[in-house]
């Protein structure tokens, strides 16, 4: 075998999604397994594997920024990932690149790596160790668990099931098997991804499949139960909000599951939502989400929202800022509509002038941030778990059940100098800014 220095290197680049973060750990893990090495920069990749996003134009344009970024520093690029489906558009604009493929296409990629960096090695379990968890590009105490691939819904604004194909359901003790391996190595919190968690099962007919002796359905319910033994946080996200998501809110109110749920609303315009195409449009949203709290008076909820629909009138966004208001989410995205090249929203008529959603847009978040604060305001004095991210002379961040990494607000400990990340304990919340908390050690 050729000394691990000799082995060629890999350099990578992954962007967009947790998703697409899974997909880039897979094919990390792969090459790792084979002796490859993985690069800290590209002056000292052989070969450097961009795995793009294609979900809106401006990742669309980050994406190809980044494959040109790394031809003009290396030379050689193989692009994966979502954009990858647009291969003659890639080529058109950078026709150096070795390789394309699109989402999923693991196998493809890695045979590109054999191509433009061959290396034929027997692979040494005493020199080349890669972790039974896998290669993972989180930090060790959090990991995404991937439960499904694709998506069966016609989102008029959304393209992915046309990169990632209809609903694939992992069975239930596939996903467990590799959740208990991430929770031995350490991890403390797992964050469930997929297109439509809620949907899980579907497409395997929520089937059973062995599990520690017994036997699990592939549905989200049974999969939460069990995800529940384990003894880490487990976060939900992507949660469409199908009448079966009332079944998780006792899971969260007994400790099993966070009581945490990520539902992409989108609008609150029954018409908009119609022009969507998006499903459970007509649940009587409000009174679930008052009753999800009545159940599970910690639940906080996450949603996105899109302003600037085609068509989208002044007394329609005034309905979605109503909704806003009444519903009381703990922790809010919004997107100006943007037409992505494929998407059958492109063709509906009234699109609005960009002023109008920039106006909109801002007027939103100016609601969301006022309903941010005053939630905030109210932990104040609570004492909350939360987990360490990260610690330093200053002090630790860290975060609370409501509080996802990366996309929500941090709980910053002032005297939490020392702490390790990883750490779960209890801390005393001291005050409140528009997204964060600042708390100290304390509490039981």
């Not at 134009?57 to 690029?77: F, H, P, T, W």
């Not at 045979?111 to 692979?123: F, I, K, L, T, W």
């Not at 899980?200 to 999969?223: F, H, M, N, Q, S």
């Not at 059958?344 to 309903?371: C, S, T, W, Y």
Request: aromatic letters at 6%; a negative charge.
């Amino acid at each position: 075998m050729n000394p691990e220095s000799q082995a060629p290197s890999v350099g990578f680049v992954s962007l967009g999604c947790p998703k697409a973060l899974v997909d880039s750990e897979r094919i990390i893990t792969q090459l790792k397994l084979e002796g490859y090495q993985i690069a800290g920069g590209y002056e000292t990749a052989d070969v450097v594997v961009v795995n793009t996003c294609g979900f809106i134009d401006s990742a669309r344009a980050e994406s190809l920024d980044a494959i040109g970024e790394a031809i003009n520093a290396n030379g050689k690029v193989i692009v994966t990932g979502c954009l990858g489906v647009h291969e003659s558009m890639i080529r058109q604009l950078h026709p150096a690149v070795l390789s394309v493929t699109g989402p999923q296409q693991y196998e493809q990629v890695v045979s590109a790596v054999h191509r433009h960096a061959p290396h034929r090695p027997e692979h040494d379990p005493l020199t080349d160790l890669v972790p039974p968890q896998g290669i993972r590009l989180t930090p060790r105490h959090y990991a995404y668990l991937k439960i499904s691939e694709g998506c069966n819904h016609k989102c008029s604004f959304c393209i992915i099931p046309s990169m990632r194909g209809r609903l694939q359901s992992r069975p239930a003790g596939d996903v467990l098997r590799e959740a208990e391996g991430l929770v031995r190595s350490g991890v403390q919190e797992l964050l469930v991804i997929s297109q439509d968690t809620s949907a899980y099962g579907a497409d395997l007919k929520y089937r059973e499949d062995p599990w520690r002796g017994t036997a699990v359905r592939t549905r989200i319910t049974e999969l939460c139960t069990e995800l529940g033994t384990l003894g880490a946080w487990i976060r939900l996200h992507y949660v469409y909000p199908y009448p079966h998501v009332d079944e998780i809110i006792p899971l969260m109110a007994e400790g099993k599951v966070l009581p945490y749920l990520d539902i992409p609303f989108q609008h609150a315009s029954p018409r908009i939502l119609k022009l969507m195409k998006r499903p459970a449009a007509t649940e009587d949203t409000l009174k679930r989400i008052a009753a999800w709290r009545r159940d599970c008076p910690d639940l906080a909820l996450r949603s996105t929202f899109i302003v600037g629909f085609p068509g989208e009138t002044e007394a329609e966004f005034e309905e979605l800022l109503d909704f806003l208001v009444e519903a009381q989410l703990d922790r809010v995205g919004c997107f100006k509509y943007s037409p992505v090249e494929g998407a059958a929203a492109n063709e509906l008529p009234g699109a609005l002038p960009d002023e109008v959603k920039e106006d909109r847009e801002r007027r939103f978040m100016d609601v969301q941030a006022a309903i941010s604060r005053d939630r905030l305001r109210q932990r104040v004095g609570q004492v909350i778990e939360v987990l360490v991210d990260e610690a330093s002379e200053a002090g630790a961040i860290a975060r609370s059940h409501a509080d996802a990494p990366e996309i929500d607000g941090l709980v910053h400990i002032e005297n939490g100098q020392g702490l390790k990340p990883g750490t779960r304990l209890h801390v005393e919340v001291l005050r409140s800014g528009d997204h964060d908390v600042y708390a100290r050690l304390g509490g039981s």
